[in-house]
């Protein structure tokens, strides 16, 4: 029996992420505290009963501005980081984070998340809630 050689995947343009929606962002004042106006852009967002992904947030972090230490009953949010650098904290423990980092958090996980360089940090958060299952 002969094995089939693999053919190499073929190379695939892909956006860059400095124009990812860029024309959908606005500002928003952090309701977590922290430093600054950050930008955002929802995505995807679902209200009513059980949904497998209850929001999918584009966010900006300009330079030096941050997302305070917060967090939530029911929070099953994910941080990815698409570009950039920052510092995160969560359950008390600070680590930095670069692109293509995904972060998890869970319920009453207190979290936050700074831009301490001279770019800016772009990541998507998003919930997704249990399958069958309300959030």
Do not use: C, Q, W
């Amino acid at each position: 029996m002969s094995h089939a050689e693999p053919h190499p995947a073929p190379e695939l343009p892909h956006p860059e992420v400095s124009n990812l929606r860029e024309g959908l962002l606005r500002e928003v004042t952090s309701d977590h505290g922290g430093v600054g106006t950050i930008l955002a852009h929802r995505i995807y967002g679902r209200e009513d009963a059980p949904a497998a992904i209850a929001f999918i947030d584009l966010v900006v972090l300009p330079p030096h501005t941050s997302i305070g230490l917060h967090r939530h009953a029911d929070d099953r949010e994910t941080y990815v980081i698409l570009s950039g650098r920052g510092r995160m904290t969560l359950d008390g423990k600070e680590f930095e984070v670069r692109d293509g980092d995904v972060i998890p958090n869970r319920p009453y996980g207190e979290h936050g998340l700074a831009n301490d360089s001279d770019s800016d940090l772009r990541l998507l958060v998003f919930e997704i809630g249990p399958l069958g299952g309300s959030r």
